[in-house]
């Protein structure tokens, strides 16, 4: 069974940074199947950013070069470092994963497994 565990939320100032963890059992990151999101109250959930299948982090355009996704070394623990956050930033922010299908070689279209959420909180 797969559990992620994101941590790292917290309240900041317009300008300030966080870094979002994310821990898995039951799951390898080196499938590069994974990714974060996002959702706002009132708000539909949106990607932040995923791996694609070669492991290129692609961003969505409101990042702007703002994010930054990683794994460390050991390839067990997932980030996101966020730099220059805005108040339209705050939002409740989740990791994601996907299956990796052994048959075509890549990651599944659905993102079957999700964290609990860690909240960031941008005030002005």
């Known amino acids: 069974q797969v559990h992620l565990f994101e941590s790292g939320g917290g309240s900041v100032q317009a300008g300030g940074s966080l870094k979002l963890s994310c821990t898995a059992s039951?799951?390898?990151?080196?499938?590069?199947?994974v990714g974060w999101f996002r959702q706002a109250p009132g708000k539909q959930r949106e990607e932040v950013v995923h791996?694609?299948?070669?492991?290129?982090?692609i961003y969505a355009g409101f990042v702007a070069g703002r994010f930054t996704m990683s794994l460390n070394d050991a390839r067990d623990t997932l980030y996101l470092q966020m730099n220059n956050l805005t108040p339209d930033d705050s939002a409740m922010y989740y990791c994601?994963?996907?299956?990796?299908?052994?048959?075509?070689?890549?990651?599944?279209?659905?993102?079957?497994?999700w964290g609990q959420g860690t909240q960031v909180t941008v005030s002005s």
């Open positions: 994601a994963a996907r299956a990796f299908s052994l048959s075509t070689m890549r990651c599944n279209e659905a993102w079957n497994y």
């Open positions: 039951g799951y390898s990151y080196s499938s590069n199947c």
């Open positions: 791996r694609d299948n070669n492991g290129t982090p």
